[in-house]
């Protein structure tokens, strides 16, 4: 749902970067998962919000030294916790490895992982020759997704796989291409 950024104050709030589309979520049952350690699940003592990001003060922690050993933790609420998604919406989670495909049908490769920098939600798509294509998970950009086959279709803007699959392209011309075998007279 959300990974814990700074402390914020001295009394051991912390900010999160949240990735959810409601902080309503906050309420539920709540998990904390530092690196690769088991999630162990948390009670919130308070949250509030600041500058349009949640704060948060989870019990046990008193101070910015504990919330500052926080930081980088990723905030989980467990699946059976989550709402139904509508029937024309779907959780991340359930595209993950999915075939990236073009409204034309043409393949891009598979859905890897997401990335959160600066609260834009990045894909993070690999090709079948192993390349990796960022692409902006913003609404426009989306057309549709199919979890029976699965995969979902994407309409990205003009020139951005270019700029990931150009030298493939150009790579793939190059090896078609027959040699001059001809010498020089």
């Not at 051991?12 to 979520?25: F, K, M, R, T, Y």
């Not at 979890?147 to 990205?156: F, H, M, N, T, Y």
Request: glycine share 6%; net charge negative; proline share 8%.
């Amino acid at each position: 749902m959300g990974t814990l950024a700074r402390p914020h104050g001295i009394k051991g709030e912390i900010c999160i970067d949240w990735h959810a589309d409601s902080p309503l979520l906050l309420d539920t049952p709540l998990w904390l998962q530092k690196g690769k350690d088991a999630p162990r699940r948390v009670k919130i003592a308070a949250v509030r919000s600041h500058k349009e990001r949640p704060l948060l003060l989870l019990e046990g922690v008193a101070d910015r030294t504990a919330a500052e050993a926080l930081r980088g933790c990723k905030l989980f609420v467990r699946r059976e916790d989550l709402p139904e998604p509508d029937d024309d919406e779907v959780y991340l989670e359930d595209l993950l490895d999915c075939d990236v495909v073009l409204p034309d049908g043409a393949r891009i490769g598979r859905l890897d992982h997401f990335e959160y920098p600066a609260g834009l939600e990045m894909w993070v798509i690999m090709t079948d020759d192993d390349k990796e294509v960022l692409f902006p998970a913003r609404p426009e950009f989306i057309a549709g997704f199919d979890l029976e086959i699965p995969a979902v279709v994407i309409d990205p803007p003009e020139g951005l796989l270019d700029i990931y699959l150009a030298e493939s392209k150009a790579e793939s011309k190059a090896e078609s291409k027959p040699e001059d075998n001809t010498e020089n007279s």
